[in-house]
């Protein structure tokens, strides 16, 4: 059977789909290879979020087409949504948009190249074929657990929601059962995973009914939260930190901006990073080891000096210890995209450059406090001895100090 080399660029939804397809393909009997240079097919998972992802795509699609010309690509992902309507993409034997992907292993086996798509909807399926690996592959110690895809909101800047569609969750009680299965696996912690894991639904049951169900299940199983948007961190979710000790101390956090014109700019809610900061703070000082981090989009159109310097100036206030920072790209059939007062490209650099700064600093002032502290640790890959403690530092031991 044929080998594959699997790629993937984007968010951790995407990096955990490629590992679905990569069991998918194995339980057909395909072989996975560590380099591109020993497959005879590369799967890409591909990312469309901003225009700079995109062309490090074409890029890397460009020098595999160069170096191995022999070698077949399936592209897959928010980026081959995005391309569905381009002709043939040179180099791409297989483009399967995201309403198809669930069937990558069909298309990939028939052997028959071409662009397969669809339309996405409420009624479409959440791509979640397989959660776990087989028992014989189940080597990780910790599990992203997809709950559910796509996104009702609609940000200026943002393209996912129409690459992954309208907002489909997975039922609670599928929820429950492969968190069971992983804990029987012997997973120790599950990361709730999604487009927008706030804005689940199955009939009355929300997020936090699958949170609060998930950490009753058994205590020495470890929850995390992935990234969330400010209006998912209400009172209820904040009590549960206190409730269970399982619950990991850590929230990453979809700001974007602290600015309130810049928000309003984004049509996201200025209310609900306003009210935040209060909680987060009574949160870090309730849980000294508590990590916060965000993200932050700088070179929005309308993003003023005095805007982006607001935001440099409360990032302490709201408890961040590290952040993400992106530089605005106008993407296609955005509300942004027609907005003509985006900073010019130069000042974005140096802002991005600027706020990099200032969470680096704040990344060492926290784990400077983390010093000489006792933490419960996972071991994550046996060959770098990384682990992770509840917060959501990486750590590095020597092998005789792994328990």
């Known amino acids: 059977m044929k080998q594959l080399y699997f790629k993937t660029f984007g968010c951790r939804t995407n990096s955990e789909e490629t590992n679905a397809y990569a069991t998918e393909f194995l339980s057909h009997g395909y072989s996975r290879v560590a380099t591109p240079e020993e497959a005879d097919i590369i799967v890409i998972n591909g990312c469309s979020v901003t225009n700079q992802t995109e062309q490090k795509i074409r890029r890397y699609i460009a020098s595999i087409h ?3 010309p022999f070698i077949e690509i399936a592209l897959t992902g928010c980026l081959a949504q995005q391309w569905q309507d381009l002709p043939r993409v040179h180099g791409i034997t297989w483009l399967i948009d995201n309403t198809r992907k669930k069937d990558i292993v069909s298309v990939v086996t028939s052997e028959t190249g ?5 339309t996405l909807s409420e009624k479409s399926a959440v791509s979640q074929f397989f959660q776990i690996p087989h028992p014989e592959n189940a ?8 709950i559910q895809e796509g996104c009702n909101k609609a940000c200026s800047y943002c393209i996912v929601p129409r690459l992954r569609g309208p907002a489909r969750s997975i039922s609670a009680a599928e929820v429950l059962r492969t968190a069971k299965h992983a804990l029987r696996l012997g997973y120790r912690e599950i990361i709730l995973t999604g487009t927008h894991i706030g804005q689940y639904r199955d009939g009355t049951a929300k997020y ?5 169900n998930l950490l009753s299940l058994d205590t020495s199983l470890r929850i995390r939260l992935s990234s969330m948007n400010p209006e998912d961190i209400t009172p209820d979710l904040i009590a549960l930190f206190t409730e269970h000790n399982n619950l990991c101390h850590h929230l990453h956090i979809s700001f974007q901006s602290l600015s309130s014109d810049v928000l309003k700019r984004m049509n996201r809610s200025v209310r609900a ?3 935040l900061q209060p909680t987060l703070a009574k949160l870090c000082t309730q849980f000294p080891d508590f990590s916060i981090g965000g993200d932050f989009i700088v070179g929005h159109p309308g993003e003023s000096s005095d805007a982006f310097s607001h935001t440099c100036a409360r990032l302490e206030e709201y408890g961040i210890s590290y952040g993400h920072v992106f530089r605005y790209s106008p993407r296609p059939q955005t509300a942004a995209a027609e907005m003509n007062d985006a900073p010019p490209s130069h000042i974005s650099t ?7 700064k ?3 600093s704040l990344r060492t002032q926290f784990l400077e406090k983390q010093q000489g502290k006792t933490e419960f640790i996972i071991s994550e890959k046996k060959v770098y001895y990384k682990v992770l403690p509840v917060i959501i530092f990486l750590l590095r031991c020597p092998p005789t100090r792994m328990w």
């Open 208 to 212: 936090l009914d699958i949170l609060h």
């Open 114 to 118: 071409g662009t397969f798509t669809g």
């Open 66 to 68: 160069e170096k191995y």
């Open 273 to 275: 990073v306003e009210t």
């Open 350 to 356: 140096e802002r991005s450059r600027h706020i990099r």
């Open 139 to 146: 080597q990780r110690t910790r599990l992203s657990l997809k």
């Open 358 to 360: 200032i969470l680096e």
